[in-house]
């Protein structure tokens, strides 16, 4: 497979049209009339009737992933949970999807924990994530009765057993281990190193020594482990090494402690398109890897095969969803760069500053015409790097026009903020010919709600 998008060479104006970008966009992208139409919705009128800048997430592309990730890894075990990352992107309609298509839910703060508690969502399919996680949020862990806690400290494993005793319950929870494997990934988004913020490290014996404490203390129960390597991975041959690794480990501890491993949960990460070029793997072949890996580890050191659990969140959102933004003014410097300024930029899509993220664009008024030109697509922030698309090519920009950005569904939405007090965009699911708000447009006196004077 293809790597993901690395150092670029310099951009040109590719001529290709909004029929050639159909692997960074929604499966029901389609053009009509010369416009981009998702899920049925011409993203040009949508534009102009819900505002810019705006979120659309395609509701069929979203329970498609959903429902692929559960098909491709139970096809190979019957005992694997599809945990969904709610960090990726979270609102009530997405998480009541989750629900639907028979999915777990990973929260990674208390606040997503609350908005699982007021969907209703099941609370025996919740995991609690965090390197961190305060008292507070460990005491609403336990009231809310959540099926498992992810522990990543001593302290937090102390902590947790210590309120769980004083309630009178017993809370499962799973160890998270750093196995020592690098993923062929951005550096900032790779969790699975032994320098890493996450988890008790394999090779420092940390990990043996925080499972045994697990299964020791009172008011936590010890049901398995935990791993994540990192995100945006291509190279399945990464998990295939760090799954390996974990097995033998399992079996250290079955020999050690006399305790089987029940639950192993992998984490995710796997990759998506975020360039035309891109070829991440597929959910089968992610299945295939992950599932058979370690069905195979198991037989080959003769332990009893657990349950499984993979945790996708980019992969499920991240190409289900596109920003769309009114173009304000084309300023072209001769002979140095052109810039297409639009109504929002790194308040409402950091990763470009953050990891120099690189997106596919087009004019979803003229997704037939040719990217005949390259640009800049620039925010309207006081920041020099506030820059959403660096040397895209795109068709001719006109004010006016609805510029759509590619691919957004992930880590835009959940990370935006109130930069240069910007109120955040909407979010509107898209299905059938319809659209409906999922997260309204914040107005300026959401601004100040939390405000005392």
């Known amino acids: 497979m293809g790597k993901p998008s690395g150092p670029r060479t310099p951009a040109v104006a590719d001529l290709k049209t909004g029929h050639d970008l159909t692997s960074v966009l929604p499966m029901t992208a389609e053009i009509r009339d010369g416009r981009l139409w998702i899920g049925g919705v011409d993203t040009v009128e949508l534009a102009r ?14 329970r498609t992933r959903l429902a ?80 498992r806690v992810v522990v990543d400290n001593f302290e937090e494993m102390e902590r947790l057993s210590a309120m769980a005793a ?5 809370q499962k929870v799973l160890v998270r281990v750093t196995p020592g494997v690098e993923a062929d990934t951005h550096d900032f988004i790779m969790t699975g190193a032994e320098d890493s913020k996450f988890g008790f490290g394999l090779n420092q014996g940390l990990a043996m020594e925080a499972v045994k404490r697990a299964i020791e203390l009172p008011g936590i129960e010890f049901d398995g482990l935990h791993m994540h390597i990192g995100s945006q991975i291509f190279a399945l041959h990464s998990f ?11 079996c250290r501890i079955e020999r050690e402690t006399g305790v089987a491993v029940r639950m192993l949960d992998v984490g995710g990460g796997l990759g998506v398109a975020y360039g035309a070029p891109d070829e991440p793997s597929t959910v089968k072949d992610f299945g295939k890897v992950v599932v058979d890996g370690i069905k195979e580890e198991c037989e080959k050191h003769g332990i009893a095969v657990p349950r499984m659990a993979v945790e996708p969140g980019r992969s499920i959102v991240a190409n289900a969803g596109v920003t769309l933004y009114t173009v304000g003014s084309v300023k072209e410097i001769p002979g140095i760069r052109t810039y297409v300024a639009v109504d929002g ?58 510029l759509c950005v590619c691919a957004t569904g992930a880590y835009c939405q959940s990370m935006a903020s109130n930069y240069n007090k910007q109120v955040r965009p909407g979010v509107v699911f898209v299905r059938d010919g319809e659209w409906r708000w999922s997260v309204r447009r914040e107005t300026y006196d959401d601004l100040m709600h939390t405000d005392v004077g």
């Open 166 to 170: 004083e309630r009178g319950v017993t």
């Open 49 to 62: 009737e819900a505002g810019t800048a705006l979120y659309v997430m395609d509701e069929h592309t979203i």
């Open 345 to 402: 930029g790194m308040s409402d899509n950091i990763r470009t500053s953050l990891y120099d993220a690189h997106y596919e664009a087009l004019i979803a008024n003229k997704a037939d015409k040719p990217r005949d030109m390259v640009a800049s697509v620039a925010g309207k922030h006081c920041e020099s790097g506030d820059i959403v698309v660096n040397d895209a090519p795109l068709q001719s920009p006109e004010p006016g026009d609805v």
């Open 240 to 250: 295939a090494k760090a799954i390996e690794v974990i097995v033998e480990f399992m």
């Open 68 to 147: 692929e990730y559960v098909k491709w890894t139970r096809y190979h075990w019957k005992d694997v949970d599809v945990v969904y990352a709610g960090k990726a992107f979270l609102s009530l309609a997405m998480i009541k999807i989750v629900a639907e298509e028979d999915c777990c839910l990973l929260c990674a703060s208390g606040g997503e924990l609350a908005y699982a508690v007021r969907a209703g969502f099941p609370m025996d399919r919740v995991q609690m994530h965090g390197n961190n996680k305060t008292p507070a949020e460990l005491g609403e862990c336990l009231d809310a009765r959540i099926g």
